[in-house]
């Protein structure tokens, strides 16, 4: 074999050797930019719209937040799994009323973070998706009328967002603060006869951990 041949498969030997580790490398260093985290969140929606004399106003309570995601630089998206439940609480125009109005979403967020700032990263995003929404209630009006709702709905939604990150040291796992606007496109709920309900926005504060890998 000639010194040319021999020297062409040495390189590709060496070549075929690298491949591997390169490989490798570009692994680690995906794995090291993906994340998945959870968080809790306080929910307050905004009323039911109805007509002047019949108005439902919704309870806050807690919802909670799943996401897998990947972090480029000063940029990140993530894919993000939601869901939210809010009780009627005080109706004008009923003397009776219970209900709930549950939603189970599905984004897709993109977050600006901004650097410069040590330990706390701030951090805005905006994102978009679909909600499942589902509305029931039963009212009794100063009339006396029964009034029943039931009203499922698939919408559009968006959402932005504000908030601060703070990485633990000496590991792989970030805590983090925000506050949510969330806009769904309005459900709208009839009885059958004229009287509805319309949904509203919400305003979410939300507390929750990442961990990369």
């Known amino acids: 074999m000639s010194d040319k041949n021999q020297n062409h498969t040495r390189m590709k ?3 075929l050797l690298l491949l591997p580790v390169l490989l490798f490398s570009a692994a680690q260093q995906l794995s090291a930019d993906m994340y998945v985290r ?3 969140m306080y929910a307050k929606p905004d009323d039911l719209g109805g007509s002047s004399s019949f108005h439902v106003a919704m309870d806050a309570s807690a919802a909670y937040s799943l996401g897998l995601g990947y972090k480029f630089s000063i940029l990140r998206v993530e894919a993000e799994s939601m869901f939210l439940k809010n009780d009627v609480g005080a109706v004008t125009g009923a003397d009776y009323g219970v209900g709930e109005l549950k939603s189970t979403n599905l984004f897709v967020n993109g977050f600006v973070e901004l650097p410069g700032i040590p330990v706390i990263t701030p951090y805005i995003g905006v994102g978009a998706g679909l ?3 589902d509305f029931k209630g039963d009212f ?3 009339n006396k009328d029964q009034v029943k709702f039931s009203e ?3 919408l559009p939604g968006y959402q932005a967002i504000v908030g601060v990150r703070a990485k633990i040291p000496l590991t792989d796992i970030s805590a ?3 506050c949510r606007y969330l806009h769904m496109n309005s459900l709208r709920a009839s009885d059958g006869e004229g009287l509805s309900l319309k949904s509203g926005d919400s ?3 939300e507390l929750g951990l990442s961990v990369s890998f």
């Open 38 to 40: 959870a968080s809790a």
């Open 131 to 133: 909600g499942w929404m």
């Open 203 to 205: 305003i979410l504060w």
């Open 176 to 178: 983090y603060a925000n």
């Open 152 to 154: 499922r709905s698939t």
């Open 13 to 15: 030997n060496r070549i």
């Open 140 to 142: 009794e009006l100063v």
